[in-house]
């Protein structure tokens, strides 16, 4: 995996200077009151600042005479060696964490920022509508696209809605025969390219069914051939990628519907119980 092999490339600076630092802790009961007061400083030290022999010891106000005796201690010819490899070990390893954490953590933001934008109320409460008026929910989806709809499936059948996904490309032909005008039909396809879920729910759309496609791409076909268009954020190879899953701009999506499937089930539950309140009081009143 390319995010594994990126953690190997990258790995060994980052443990030259953990290992430096675990070198300070297992020397600590040798060092004099003043050579522990510049091992926690360099504990400590996070900020990019100037470690010369002489600044160190104008900053913590001990001789420069000590911060020699303090790295030989550690198995260092003398301070300079200590210094020079404490900066050079420290910068690369917070360079490796700096290009992992923008590597992975500016993606997310990036597919966040665009799912945000994309969100449109409009269409998604009307797909919630069709889930919870239509007796049956098939969702199509292959690969990890089939994963998502799975975990969606799971989630929304404990609600008690009748919902199965089908992952496979000939149960997609197969469950054509299940298909009827009383169902609606999801198919997820983050590259929209993806044949056997856009022909079954092609075939879903003839037998009347309510046919929902999660994509990508926003195709004028996919607007006229389907009920709904739901997007997904765009990020260029992610169905490709091994860095983070392709399944995240998705989750986006499948949260944001289950929310509102909760929410209407609790309003139509909330309902439910005043009404029935309401006439069980009437009965007793008529009594």
Same mark, same amino acid.
Do not use: W
């Given at each position: 995996?390319?995010?594994?092999?990126?953690?190997?490339?990258?790995?060994?600076?980052?443990?030259?200077?953990?290992?430096?630092?675990?070198?300070?802790?297992?020397?600590?009961?040798?060092?004099?009151?003043?050579?522990?007061?510049?091992?926690?400083?360099?504990?400590?030290?996070?900020?990019?600042?100037?470690?010369?022999?002489?600044?160190?010891?104008?900053?913590?106000?001990?001789?420069?005479?000590?911060?020699? %005796?303090?790295?030989?201690?550690?198995?260092?010819?003398?301070?300079?060696?200590?210094?020079?490899?404490?900066?050079?070990?420290?910068?690369?390893?917070?360079?490796?964490?700096?290009?992992?954490?923008?590597?992975?953590?500016?993606?997310?933001?990036?597919?966040?920022?665009?799912?945000?934008?994309?969100?449109?109320? %409009?269409?998604?409460?009307?797909?919630?509508?069709?889930?919870?008026?239509?007796?049956?929910?098939?969702?199509?989806?292959?690969?990890?696209?089939?994963?998502?709809?799975?975990?969606?499936?799971?989630?929304?059948?404990?609600?008690?809605?009748?919902?199965?996904?089908?992952?496979?490309?000939?149960?997609?032909?197969?469950?054509?025969? %299940?298909?009827?005008?009383?169902?609606?039909?999801?198919?997820?396809?983050?590259?929209?390219?993806?044949?056997?879920?856009?022909?079954?729910?092609?075939?879903?759309?003839?037998?009347?069914?309510?046919?929902?496609?999660?994509?990508?791409?926003?195709?004028?076909?996919?607007?006229?051939?389907?009920?709904?268009?739901?997007?997904?954020a765009l990020k260029?190879?992610?169905?490709?990628?091994?860095?983070?899953?392709?399944?995240?701009?998705?989750?986006?999506?499948?949260?944001?519907?289950?929310?509102?499937?909760?929410?209407?089930?609790?309003?139509?539950?909330?309902?439910?119980?005043?009404?029935?309140?309401?006439?069980?009081?009437?009965? %007793?009143?008529?009594q």
């Amino acid at each position: 995996m390319e995010l594994i092999a990126y953690l190997k490339k990258h790995i060994t600076m980052t443990n030259k200077y953990e290992s430096i630092l675990t070198l300070i802790e297992s020397k600590i009961d040798e060092f004099t009151e003043i050579e522990k007061t510049i091992s926690d400083y360099f504990m400590n030290l996070t900020a990019d600042e100037d470690i010369s022999s002489k600044a160190v010891s104008q900053r913590l106000f001990v001789s420069e005479s000590a911060l020699t %005796r303090f790295a030989k201690k550690l198995g260092f010819s003398g301070y300079r060696e200590f210094s020079y490899q404490f900066k050079n070990s420290k910068e690369k390893a917070f360079n490796d964490i700096k290009g992992f954490r923008y590597t992975v953590f500016d993606t997310y933001q990036e597919i966040l920022s665009k799912s945000y934008y994309l969100f449109d109320d %409009r269409k998604l409460n009307k797909v919630v509508n069709a889930i919870l008026r239509k007796k049956r929910i098939f969702v199509y989806g292959m690969g990890s696209s089939g994963l998502l709809g799975q975990e969606f499936v799971e989630r929304i059948s404990r609600m008690g809605l009748d919902a199965e996904c089908i992952k496979d490309s000939h149960y997609l032909i197969l469950n054509h025969a %299940r298909v009827t005008s009383d169902s609606i039909v999801i198919g997820i396809s983050y590259s929209g390219k993806t044949t056997e879920v856009i022909d079954a729910l092609i075939r879903a759309k003839k037998k009347k069914a309510y046919t929902v496609i999660m994509t990508s791409v926003d195709l004028e076909e996919f607007n006229k051939e389907f009920d709904q268009v739901l997007l997904m954020a765009l990020k260029k190879n992610l169905d490709f990628s091994n860095i983070i899953s392709p399944q995240f701009p998705g989750l986006i999506l499948t949260d944001i519907l289950y929310m509102k499937i909760l929410e209407k089930k609790s309003e139509t539950a909330n309902i439910f119980k005043k009404t029935t309140k309401d006439l069980l009081k009437k009965t %007793r009143g008529e009594q």
